[in-house]
T-cell receptor
Framework: DADVTQTPRNRITKTGKRIMLECSQT?????MYWYRQDPGLGLRLIYY???????NKGEISDGYSVSRQAQAKFSLSLESAIPNQTALYFC???????????FGPGTRLTVL | GQQLNQSPQSMFIQEGEDVSMNCTSS?????WLWYKQDPGEGPVLLIA?????ELTSNGRLTAQFGITRKDSFLNISASIPSDVGIYFC??????????????FGQGTILTVHP
């Protein structure tokens, strides 16, 4: 079984719809992150959480919200999707003792 | 905020050639990481560097943490077709508002011709 699972893997939606992307892990790591990837821009941090009661904005949080339902689950929501939110979205895990992060397989989101 | 400049943006090489790419920063970093991303997949950690001057190998890959703590390079020796992908550097200065967060370079797209 994969250590990090992201659902759905692909999603096409329309402008104005509410979308939720889910991430779950079996590694027991305390830190979880959401990134988006656009061609030529690398990975940019949307939100991150160091434990269940800790939620922090990243560099591009506008238009997004998150929920850390449990240590193993971290969801990203787009309240009202817009076309420029079309991108690859990655969940990542980390631990307090190290800076290394482990990435999930990604969700490809298209907003029409 | 912190920025990482990764170069080159893309490389087209013949199988068997050596490859070198690097990242530079305007800030001092305490950690440098190198990731590889295959098409349709998430980035996979290749090498992690934690100390200035550190030189670490992982098979045909070698990475170094620059002595100034503002740069890092990754070398791939004797490239093979499965080396194709996007390579990302990432860094963390582990202090202030950047604690626990990584900054990523823009990526180097590697194409290997058989």
């Amino acid at each position: 079984d994969a250590d990090v699972t992201q659902t759905p893997r692909n999603r096409i939606t329309k402008t104005g719809k509410r979308i939720m992307l889910e991430c779950s892990q079996t590694k027991g790591h305390d830190r979880m992150y959401w990134y988006r990837q656009d061609p030529g821009l690398g990975l940019r941090l949307i939100y991150y959480s160091f434990d269940v009661k800790d939620i922090n904005k990243g560099e591009i949080s506008d238009g997004y919200s998150v929920s850390r339902q449990a240590q193993a689950k971290f969801s990203l929501s787009l309240e009202s999707a817009i076309p420029n939110q079309t991108a690859l979205y990655f969940c990542a895990l980390g631990q307090t003792s190290t800076d290394t992060q482990y990435f999930g397989p990604g969700t490809r989101l298209t907003v029409l | 905020g912190q920025q990482l400049n990764q170069s080159p943006q893309s490389m087209f090489i013949q199988e068997g050639e050596d490859v070198s790419m690097n990242c530079t920063s305007s800030s001092i970093f305490n950690t440098w990481l190198w990731y590889k991303q295959d098409p349709g997949e998430g980035p996979v950690l290749l090498i992690a560097l934690y100390k200035a001057g550190e030189l670490t190998s992982n098979g045909r890959l070698t990475a170094q943490f620059g002595i100034t703590r503002k740069d890092s390079f990754l070398n791939i020796s004797a490239s093979i077709p499965s080396d194709v992908g996007i390579y990302f550097c990432a860094g963390n200065n582990a202090g202030g508002t950047s604690y626990g967060k990584l900054t990523f370079g823009q990526g180097t797209i590697l194409t290997v011709h058989p």
